[in-house]
């Protein structure tokens, strides 16, 4: 019903300003709880009566994205629906002047809560504005601007809109092209701001070639980390950090009781930087840590699986995927797993499988000591011989990209059924 009134009120308003009303819209709004959930990830949202989703990656708006002069007759119909809280814009073409209208909106708008806008055409004077709207903003609680090129002028826009918007939740800048100005702001402001419990921060414009300039960055993070007690999840991908700024994170977390969630994969993180995650796992309160993507080695799968085995009793997921980990470190943590009765959730596909640690992973499949879809490996025997492959599971889940609404993916709550009981 909702949509039918959207779609008549867009219509309307078309027509008022003699605006051809985009045909990928109006199909759209008339044929949505007719397809398939294969676009719109229903089963994990709350809220669908509430979601107007016109992601441009659904096929009635492949070829008719939404665009800039779109939005006013959008905005018309939505004051009339008040009961839409949740807008998905993602993958469409929108521009700057979209982004000015957008803010517009936000200025005024008292209940929109989540706006996603991801993978469109919004530059740097596009999110200054839109940081600006957020100023004056009491409603919103989540924003993604993920793939869009909003550079560091964008970056310092939002920083100093954190200083006074004590309202937004979560806020998705990877992939923004964020420099190293911008993103020490965010992360200084980020100290002791009321509100975030959730950023994503990945892959920055690489400055300074050749040198450890991210390690500088990572002092940052660190500092933040020591600092706030609201944040529940960050995420710093392809951030460039190495040993000595893992090390500054290791020892800051320490003093962290609040973070949930942490996702340091694609960086440089070695076999001597995994030392430090023993102390940091015995006293901090993360239920996920995701270093896929490193090169942790078999040293330092061992340092992870003492840490397991002696330090931690609350990580629940751990992402090892692709660390050239070969058979004494995976084999180390196959052994340390049968004794951390915590750990509900293991990935660990791109390693080197060898045959002793394919016979290992075999056990514990055995002994159903992992659910099928929380280990994302399964054992079969091919001429008496064990093999690992990689089976389905859900990891996804964790990916920000398939999330109609951006949120926590990790709820603070810890399995402590004995192994005993499982087997």
Request: aromatic residues 8%.
């Amino acid at each position: 019903m909702l949509l039918k009134e959207i779609k008549s009120g867009y219509e309307q308003s078309s027509k008022k300003t003699k605006h051809n009303p985009n045909q990928g819209i109006v199909e759209t709004l008339s044929t949505l709880r007719e397809r398939s959930l294969r676009y719109i990830d229903e089963s994990a949202y709350k809220n669908y009566d509430r979601l107007l989703p016109l992601n441009g990656n659904q096929p009635t708006l492949n070829k008719h994205r939404v665009q800039d002069n779109d939005l006013p007759h959008i905005f018309e119909a939505l004051k009339t629906v008040t009961m839409i809280t949740h807008l998905d814009l993602r993958y469409n073409r929108i521009s700057d002047e979209g982004a000015i209208l957008l803010a517009d909106f936000l200025a005024q708008d008292q209940f929109l809560l989540v706006l996603n806008l991801q993978g469109n055409d919004i530059h740097r004077k596009g999110a200054q504005s839109l940081a600006h709207g957020l100023k004056g903003n009491q409603a919103l609680s989540s924003l993604s601007l993920a793939d869009n090129s909003i550079g560091k002028g964008g970056g310092m826009a939002f920083a100093e809109t954190l200083q006074i918007n004590i309202n937004l939740e979560n806020l998705n800048l990877s992939n923004c092209d964020l420099e190293m100005d911008s993103l020490i702001a965010i992360l200084t402001i980020l100290r002791y701001n009321p509100s975030i419990k959730s950023i994503d921060i990945s892959r920055p414009v690489p400055q300074f070639h050749y040198t450890n300039w991210m390690d500088d960055v990572a002092i940052h993070i660190a500092n933040m980390l020591e600092k706030n007690t609201v944040l529940q999840e960050l995420h710093v991908q392809k951030f460039e950090i190495r040993d000595v700024g893992f090390m500054w994170i290791c020892q800051k977390m320490q003093h962290n009781q609040t973070l949930y969630h942490l996702d340091l994969s694609c960086n440089r993180i070695t076999r001597d930087g995994a030392i430090y995650l023993g102390p940091m796992l015995e006293k901090c309160s993360l239920l996920r840590l995701n270093l896929a993507f490193n090169r942790l080695e078999d040293e330092g799968a061992g340092h992870i699986a003492t840490a397991l085995l002696h330090s931690n009793s609350k990580l629940r997921s751990l992402d090892i995927r692709s660390n050239y980990i070969r058979g004494d470190g995976l084999c180390s943590i196959a052994d340390a797993v049968k004794f951390n009765s915590a750990l509900t959730e293991l990935f660990l596909w791109g390693n080197v499988n060898e045959e002793r640690a394919c016979l290992a992973f075999e056990n514990l499949v055995k002994i159903r000591r992992f659910d099928p879809d929380n280990i994302d490996v399964a054992p079969y025997r091919v001429d008496a011989r064990t093999y690992l492959a990689e089976s389905t599971n859900n990891l996804d889940k964790y990916a920000y990209w398939k999330q109609v609404e951006p949120r926590l993916r990790v709820q603070p709550a810890v399995n402590r059924e004995p192994l005993s009981e499982r087997a």
